[in-house]
Each structure stands twice: as structure tokens, then as C-alpha cells.
């Protein structure tokens, strides 16, 4: 196959076309959408009718899967996680800036979304390059975050109060679990080598051996920073449309703006490693 790559922004974000995800995908196919979403942080492709099963064998090609904290998959493919908001419920899940799961030890490289069912409009997620937020950084800022470390949880208030639908409909969805961890502030990514801004809204909640007050006063100021729109695109949806980003340079915020409406997504976690 012959690939074609459209950046949607300058700053984050391409369109790869000319791909069937539902076939056998060659080595050097392979290669090119890695460098591609090494290059882009994330990447996106269209019109893409792919199975759970095959949604599977896909990601198997970019990585080693790994089950998604507190959420049950799909029977017949318990490695695809549905994220779901009903047509009566207020919260998505998920819905603001956020790393996933950097309360874990090991966040994950990055996950591949499969859009199945869409409202009519809205629904639209908005992805932010995280190596541009550094890379725009003061040397001063820059000097103060070198050493520092961010703490992470997954009971942050806004992220708890996401999952609340959940909690009541799905029977496999874990209730008080509080999982944690500790990461730098400023990363390495592990393949490209570029230093990323690692802390995020959603699940930061201090700067270790800081009281709460210094904390907020530096991460609030990072928080405004890393969602600047010059660092983002936006990603309409539509039917058969896959995002695939790398989790360890980018962040994301699936926007909630279409109460009444059904959506229901399908998402595969890709193994991380520990942030250096």
C-alpha cells in the first residue's frame, strides 16, 4: 500500500490515507504509521471498517496490549474497552486534559479509538502536543521543573465524578480503587529522545515534597499552559474513523457537548514504559 500523510495542524496531528486497517499490515507499513505517529503524536485514519478481532491484531502490531484500569472489555474481545456515554447521562468519561493513566507505574505508549456509534454532531476530541509545551517553556520554568516530581491518582475529583454513569451500568467497572504514582515532571521520551511537560489535569494532583499551595500555584500555570491552541487540533469523528496517539508526548480532552445522543467508542491500551 501506498500511504499518504496530511498534517491536520502545525502543531499535532496527521491524516493517513491510502490504508485498509482491517488487513494483514506489512513490516515496512508498520514502520511508516510508527514514524508517522513518532513524528505527528497523533494520527488519524477514515472510513476504516475494522472488527473488535481485528481492532486486536492491529495493535498487536504497534506494541504489547494491556488491560485498561478499572474498566471490564468486550466478551468476545476482553482487550477492546468500550467507552460509552448514554443518551441520558450529564458526564463522559474522561472529559477534560488529561495523560491516561499516568497514576500507574508504567502509563501506557499509547492507545488506538474506533468510533462506533456518533451523535449527529458534536462529540469531537481535542489532542494537545505536550514536546511543544516544554519546548515553549522559559529557561527559567524550564530550570525549576528540571528535578521535580509530579504525584499522580486515579480518585482525582473531576475524574472520580466522570465515572459516576459507569459505576451504576457496568457490572465489570472497579469501585474504590485508588491507584498512585510518581513520574518527572519533565520526561525523555524513549524513542525520539524529545523532553515532554508530563503532568496533566486530569490526574496530577501535587509536586512531591511541595505543600498543596506551591503545588497548584506552579501545576495550575502548567495546566493553562499545555491546552494553548497554537499546541492542539481538533478531531471530528465520523463513522469508521480511528485515532491512534502516542500517549507519552501528548494529551487529550474528549469534548462533552452532546447530551441526548448516544456515543459509544472502542479503545485498545498499548504497554508504556516507566517515565525516565
Known sequence: MTITIDPVTAAIGAEIKGVDLSLTLEDQLVSNIRSALLNYKVIFFRDQNITPIQHV?????????????????????????????????????????????????????????????????????????????????????????????????????????SREARLKTEPGFAKNVQLRAEHPVVRRHPETGERVLYVNYGHTIGLKDMSEEESMSILQYLFEHQRRPEFTCCFRWRPGSIAFWDNRATQHNPINDYHGFKRVMHRITIAGDTPA
Not at 460509552?84 to 501506557?108: A, C, Q, R
Request: charge should be negative; include cysteine; hydrophobic fraction near 40%.
Open 57 to 161: 491484531t492491529l495493535a498487536k502490531r504497534f506494541g504489547t496490549i494491556v488491560e485498561y484500569p478499572l474498566v471490564k472489555g468486550l466478551e468476545e474481545a476482553p482487550e477492546v474497552i468500550p467507552v460509552v456515554k448514554l443518551e441520558h447521562e450529564i458526564d463522559n468519561f474522561g472529559g477534560m486534559w488529561h495523560t491516561d493513566t499516568s497514576y500507574l507505574d508504567k502509563p501506557p505508549m499509547g492507545a488506538i479509538l474506533v468510533a462506533r456509534q456518533l451523535p449527529p454532531v458534536g462529540g469531537d476530541t481535542l489532542f494537545s502536543n505536550m514536546v511543544l509545551a516544554y519546548q515553549t517553556l522559559s529557561p527559567g520554568m524550564k530550570k525549576i521543573l528540571a528535578n521535580l516530581v509530579g504525584i499522580s491518582s486515579s480518585c482525582k475529583e473531576e475524574v472520580s465524578k
